[in-house]
């Protein structure tokens, strides 16, 4: 896990890697997939609060978002998967996270037959009462918790991906 202050907003990167048995391009077709399978893989995304606002053959722009309680954390992302081996999502709304600073990429590499799957989470959060809150929280579990959920969405693709 790494920290820096960017204009005075921490900025939290946490990294996990997992493997797959899936190969390289299946994994990165996977993250950016925004049809009702997203949901599936990517636990954190409900459907509900899954929007593509524009898309290309190497881009997206995609609002993404989960329901916690009574709270909707949501965020609108810049998909780019233009470079090989790497799909990157730039935040460029959100209620939570802040901008410029947060950022999601999944990187993808053969490995032993499969794949290494190294996912990049690069967060700052906004100064509102709930930002300050996952503030806080982000650093100091986060590593824990991503590296349970990106093995959760290998899990979840590679279930998905056997019985189609």
């Not at 997992?18 to 997203?38: G, I, T």
């Not at 959760?152 to 019985?163: K, M, P, T, V």
Request: some cysteine.
């Amino acid at each position: 896990m790494d920290q820096l202050v960017q204009a005075g907003v921490r900025i939290t990167t946490i990294a996990p890697v997992v493997h797959s048995s899936l190969q390289p391009h299946r994994v990165l077709e996977a993250a950016h997939d925004f049809s009702e399978r997203r949901s599936k893989i990517f636990d954190a995304v409900q459907q509900r609060y899954l929007k593509v606002h524009e898309a290309g053959p190497t881009f997206a722009d995609v609002t993404e978002g989960t329901r916690s309680g009574p709270i909707v954390n949501w965020e609108r992302c810049r998909y780019d998967w233009s470079r090989p081996g790497s799909v990157t999502a730039t935040v460029i709304d959100s209620n939570i996270y802040a901008i410029p600073g947060s950022s999601w990429e999944l990187r993808a590499t053969p490995d032993a037959g499969g794949s290494r799957v190294e996912m990049i989470w690069v967060r700052g959060f906004n100064r509102t009462p709930r930002g300050r809150f996952f503030g806080f929280i982000f650093p100091r579990f986060g590593e824990r918790l991503f590296a349970k959920y990106a093995r959760e969405i290998i899990d979840n693709l590679e279930r998905l991906e056997s019985s189609s």
